[in-house]
């Protein structure tokens, strides 16, 4: 069945075929699990758990999908949402997520100590980008999609996608250059984008 297409993999679901169903999640879990632990500022484990839940409702509400060709980016609508949720919610609690998750990312006893802080330099640089940022980079350069398919699984304008990215690869840059120059905390605020409201 792996060569099975998403939209005729969903019809089987909906006529009672539950192996199908798992051959859709083992498809997609992946890049949904990457997707939200970008959102969620490398918190593995909140990711997993959204993700199981938006699987979960969405075989619940299968039959609501519209479009079963694009099964992939009608879950991943929900997982950005759940996500979104729990960053709202922790901004009401006072907490930030990305901290947590980036003191719980250093300690990587197995790795070498040198690659282990380069590693975690990165993804510090990365979490500390706004959601949208990161939610844009990971689409685009890690997941490797399209601006129409970023487009088609956000809901969000291309020209606006295409700012997202570029601003992020900025930032990026920005804060890694330390790595280069062997200096400062690639976490702290770019001196060019500290008074910049995120827009798009």
């Known amino acids: 069945m792996s060569g099975i297409d998403d939209a005729r993999l969903v ?21 949904l699990f990457r997707r939200a632990r970008a959102l969620l500022g490398g918190d ?3 990711a997993a758990d959204v ?9 619940q509400k299968l039959a609501t999908c519209s479009r079963p060709e694009a099964f992939g980016g009608w879950v ?28 719980a990312s250093h300690h990587d006893p197995a790795a070498d100590l040198e ?15 706004t959601p949208p ?25 291309r ?11 900025e930032e990026l840059e920005t804060r890694l250059r330390p790595l280069v120059e062997g200096g400062a905390d690639v976490t702290s605020e770019p001196a060019s984008t500290s008074n910049r409201v995120e827009g798009g």
């Open 159 to 169: 020209s606006a996608l295409k700012m997202r990215v570029k601003r992020a690869r």
């Open 11 to 31: 019809r089987r679901v909906l006529d009672g075929d539950r192996a199908a169903y798992r051959l859709l999640v083992q498809r997609h879990e992946d890049t």
């Open 51 to 59: 993700v199981q839940d938006a699987f979960l409702r969405a075989y």
């Open 76 to 103: 991943y609508r929900a997982v950005r949402n759940r996500c979104y949720d729990e960053l709202r919610a922790a901004r009401r609690r006072g907490s930030d997520l990305s901290e947590v998750a980036g003191l």
């Open 44 to 46: 593995g484990d909140l």
């Open 115 to 129: 690659r282990d802080h380069l590693r975690s330099l990165i993804r510090r640089a990365l979490d500390a980008l």
């Open 133 to 157: 940022l990161r939610e844009a980079f990971v689409m685009k350069h890690v997941d490797g999609l399209s601006y129409d398919e970023m487009q088609d699984a956000t809901g969000v304008a």
